[in-house]
Each structure stands twice: as C-alpha cells, then as structure tokens.
C-alpha cells in the first residue's frame, strides 16, 4: 500500500515442463521464498502493472524468471534491504545464480 491506495498486479504464471514431484520439499520452499521476496520488492518499489513468472526445468537445470514493468533499480548502487542478498544466497544453496537485469517500463509475457 503506498499513499492510502492499493497497488495491483497483473500476474501472469508460466510452466514450462516443471514437474513439482521431481524435487524436493526444501527446493520448493526456497523457489517460493525466492518468488515470495521478488513479489514484496516488486511491490513496495517497482511501481510495476504486469508481473510475469516463468518456471523452466530441462534435464539439466531449472531456471525462475521473474519480470516487472517497473522503473527498475540501479545495480552498482547499494541497497539498504536484505532482499536481493537472500534472493542470492538461496539460489547459491543450489549452486544457483541470481541475475538482476534491468530495462526499466518492459515485461515479457
């Protein structure tokens, strides 16, 4: 809630062969954490309509995207919050990597 009004998302879901069954409940808690945390942010700074996430799993690897139509951040700057740095250390659990790309006002869908 920002100013006394609500803000909205558009939230579109997408998976792309995931099998929820092929991995354990600790990855699943942290994909959700991850979403979980991507979803706050998105809302308390992004100002963003449209939020798309996409879950991808090949043989090899599973990828989670998330995109916003938001005004993005700068990524050489500094952040106060934990947000991002939890996002990172649980994807590093897995051997993971977080990347943060930024084209502020697009989202793919």
Not at 34 to 61: G, P, Y
Not at 68 to 97: E, M
């Amino acid at each position: 809630m920002q100013n006394g009004t609500f803000n909205f998302l558009k939230i579109k879901l997408a998976l792309e062969k995931f099998k929820e069954e092929s991995v354990n409940e600790k990855f699943r808690i942290n994909i959700y954490r991850i979403v979980q945390e991507q979803l706050n942010n998105i809302l308390k700074h992004a100002r963003a309509s449209d939020v798309c996430i996409t879950l991808l799993q090949s043989t090899r690897s599973i990828r989670l995207s998330i995109t916003d139509n938001g005004v993005g951040f700068d990524t050489g700057k500094n952040q106060n919050g934990i947000g991002l740095a939890n996002i990172k250390s649980r994807a590093a659990i897995y051997n993971g990597a977080a990347i943060f790309t930024l084209q502020p006002g697009k989202v793919v869908f």
